[in-house]
C-alpha cells in the first residue's frame, strides 16, 4: 500500500500534469504576446522575486505575417515553419530567455500551436516572420516541410471544407477551424515533425505546451505525438519529468466533443470556470457570491487535479472564443481584482493569471470592432515593456500581474499551499468568506451595503496586515490591520464603496 501511494506520488510528480513549479510557487501568468527579452528580464527582477511559478509565452514559431488588417495578435495562430521566429524574437533571445528564467526556478511554457497551418485563403508567397516561402493553394510549406500529403482535404465530409457543425466530432477534429488548413495528425510524418520541433523547445528547457485549438485534434492523435516527447531537460529538471500539458479544449456544454476526452492526455482549459466567476461576480441572472460555497467540482466542473483555470484569456477579454459577455478583464479592474483575488485563494485548479496590452477598444453593435489590434509597436515592431517608478508597466502594456492586489494574492497562494478549504461564512448574499486551514483568510463584499461582522479566521492570534489595501513593509503594514484574538477570532468592515471591496491576511502577512 505504502509502495503504491509512493508510487502514485511520484507518478504525479513526474506527469504531464505537474507544471514543476519550483516548490511554493503555484501559478503561471501569461504574458500575452512579450518579446523573448523582456520576458527573461521580468523573470530575474519580478516573477522569482514574486513567486510566480511560470510563464506561457506566444508561439515562438514562424508565423504569416498578416498587413491587413495590419499585424493583427491572431498572425500568430498561423504556422508557417518551425523555425523559432516571430514578433517576439529569434531564437538565440528565446534560449537566452529560457535559460535565465530557468535560471532563478520560473518556467516557460510554450504555445504549441499544432492543429493548422495558415488560412487557406493567405497569398502564396515570403510574407511570414523568417520570410520562408510558402503556398496555402497547393499546401506547400518547403520550409517544415509539408505537401498536399499532410492536410485532412480528403478526410473533412463538409463540402465548404470548413468546420460547419460543433455537433459532429469528426468535422471538428476533420475539418478546417475558420479556413486554417488543418494539417493531418494522422500521419506518423506530421506527428514526427511536430514532436521534433517540441522537442527541440523541450531540449532548450521549456517547462511544458498548452496544446492550441486541441478540441479540433483527436485525443488519440495528440496522445501519439506526446508519446514521442522527449523527458524534460536535466540542468534544471529531475530525471524523467515529462512536460505538463495543458489542452486548450472550450466545453461550456451542449456539444459533440468534451474536456473529459483529454484527461489522459493532461491538463484541459476549465472555460467554465472564467464565464462562470464572471456571471456571479456581476451579480447577473440571480447569481450570488453566497453560492460560491461549494465552487469547483460542485458546480459541475471538470476534476481539479485535470483543470488549467483563468478569469479571461487572450481570446475572451477581446469576444474571440468562448465565454461571452460575462468575463471580466482588465477593463472592469474592480470587479476583475476580486475575481483574481477569488480564484487565487480558492484551492480548485492550477492558476493562470493573465497580463494583457491596451487596445483602442471600440463597440459597434455590440462588437469590439478593433478586438484585432496587435501588440503596442512601431511599425509593426514589438515594444519594449518598459517599467514605471511606481513599477507599473508603460508602452501600453498593462501587467495586471503587477497589481499589488493580483501579486500579492500570487503570494497567498503559495503560502496556503496545500491546507484545506475550510471556514466558509456568507451572507446569503454576496459577502462571503473563507479561509485554508490555518494559514491564510480572505473576505469580500459584493452587495450594496456595508459589511460588519466577527469571522472566524482559522489563524494564530495576533495583527495581520490586509495584502490588497497595502503592504507589510519592515514589519509595518501600509494598509489596513486586522487583529485576530486567541479563538481565532476577528472583527471586519469593508465598506461597500471601498477601492477594493475585499481583505485577505495570511500567515507571513502578521505584523
Ligand atoms: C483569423 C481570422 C479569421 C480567418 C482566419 C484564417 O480572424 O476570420 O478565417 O484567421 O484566415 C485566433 C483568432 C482567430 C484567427 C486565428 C488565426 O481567434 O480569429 O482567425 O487566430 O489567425 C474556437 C476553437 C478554439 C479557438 C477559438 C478562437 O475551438 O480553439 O475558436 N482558440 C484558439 C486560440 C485562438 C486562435 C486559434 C485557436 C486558432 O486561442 O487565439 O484563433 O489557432 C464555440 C466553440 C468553440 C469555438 C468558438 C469560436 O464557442 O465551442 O470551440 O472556439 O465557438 O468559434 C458560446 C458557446 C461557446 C461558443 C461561443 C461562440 O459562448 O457557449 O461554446 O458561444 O460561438
Not at 224 to 229: G, Q, W
Not at 232 to 254: A, C, K, M
Not at 305 to 325: C, I, W
Not at 362 to 379: A, C, L, Q, T
Amino acid at each position: 500500500m505504502k509502495f503504491f501511494l509512493l508510487l502514485s506520488f511520484i507518478g504525479f510528480c513526474w506527469a504531464q500534469y505537474d507544471p514543476h513549479t519550483l516548490y511554493g510557487r503555484s501559478s503561471i501568468v501569461h504574458l500575452f504576446e512579450w518579446r523573448w527579452a523582456d520576458i527573461a528580464k521580468e523573470c530575474e527582477r519580478y516573477l522569482a522575486p514574486n513567486g510566480f511559478g511560470g510563464v506561457q509565452v506566444s508561439p515562438p514559431n514562424e508565423n504569416l505575417v498578416v498587413n491587413n488588417p495590419s499585424r493583427p495578435w491572431w498572425e500568430r495562430y498561423q504556422p508557417i515553419s518551425y523555425k523559432i521566429c516571430s514578433r517576439s524574437g529569434n531564437e538565440d533571445e528565446f534560449k537566452d530567455m529560457v535559460t535565465r528564467c530557468n535560471n532563478v526556478g520560473v518556467r516557460i511554457y510554450v504555445d504549441a500551436v499544432m492543429n493548422h497551418m495558415c488560412g487557406v485563403g493567405a497569398e502564396a508567397g515570403t510574407s511570414s516572420t523568417c520570410g520562408s516561402y510558402f503556398n496555402p493553394g497547393t499546401r506547400d510549406f518547403p520550409a517544415v516541410p509539408y505537401s498536399g500529403w499532410d492536410f485532412n482535404d480528403g478526410k473533412c465530409t463538409t463540402s465548404s471544407g470548413g468546420i460547419e457543425s460543433y455537433n459532429d466530432a469528426s468535422q471538428v477534429r476533420d475539418c478546417r477551424l475558420t479556413g486554417l488548413l488543418d494539417l493531418a495528425l494522422g500521419k506518423d510524418y506530421v506527428r514526427t515533425t511536430l514532436a521534433n520541433y517540441l522537442n527541440h523547445l523541450i531540449d532548450i528547457g521549456v517547462a511544458g505546451f498548452r496544446l492550441d485549438a486541441s478540441k479540433h485534434m483527436w485525443p488519440g492523435d495528440i496522445k501519439a505525438i506526446l508519446d514521442k516527447l522527449n523527458n524534460l531537460n536535466t540542468q534544471w529538471f529531475s530525471e524523467g519529468s515529462r512536460p505538463l500539458i495543458y489542452q486548450e479544449v472550450i466545453d461550456l456544454g451542449g456539444e459533440a466533443v468534451t474536456s473529459s476526452e483529454y484527461y489522459g492526455n493532461g491538463r484541459v482549459t476549465e472555460f467554465k470556470y472564467g464565464a462562470k466567476l464572471g456571471t456571479v461576480i456581476r451579480k447577473w441572472n440571480g447569481e450570488k457570491m453566497a453560492y460560491l460555497k461549494n465552487w469547483g467540482e460542485g458546480w459541475g466542473f471538470m476534476p481539479s487535479d485535470r483543470a488549467l483555470v483563468f478569469v479571461d484569456n487572450h481570446d475572451n477579454q477581446r469576444g474571440h472564443g468562448a465565454g461571452g459577455s460575462s468575463i471580466l478583464t482588465f477593463w472592469d479592474a474592480r470587479l476583475y481584482k476580486m475575481a483574481v483575488g477569488f480564484m487565487l485563494a480558492h484551492p480548485y485548479g492550477l492558476t493562470r493569471v493573465m497580463s494583457s496590452y491596451y487596445w483602442p477598444r471600440y463597440f459597434e453593435n455590440g462588437d469590439d470592432v478593433n478586438n484585432w489590434v496587435g501588440p503596442p509597436n512601431d511599425n509593426g515592431v514589438t515594444k519594449e515593456v518598459t517599467i514605471n517608478e511606481d513599477s507599473t508597466c508603460g508602452n501600453g502594456w498593462v501587467c495586471e500581474h503587477r497589481w499589488r492586489q493580483i501579486r500579492n494574492m500570487v503570494a497567498f497562494r503559495n503560502i496556503v499551499g496545500f491546507e484545506p478549504f475550510s471556514n466558509w461564512w456568507d451572507n446569503g448574499s454576496n459577502q462571503v468568506a473563507f479561509g485554508r486551514g490555518n494559514k491564510g483568510f480572505i473576505v469580500f463584499n459584493n452587495d450594496d451595503w456595508s459589511l460588519s461582522t466577527t469571522l472566524q479566521t482559522g489563524l494564530p492570534a495576533g495583527t495581520y496586515c490586509d495584502i490588497i489595501s497595502g503592504d507589510k513593509v519592515n514589519g509595518y503594514c501600509t494598509g489596513i490591520q486586522v487583529y485576530v484574538s486567541d479563538d481565532g477570532t476577528a472583527q471586519f468592515s469593508i465598506s461597500n464603496s471601498a477601492e477594493d471591496p475585499f481583505i485577505a491576511i495570511h500567515v507571513e502577512s502578521k505584523i
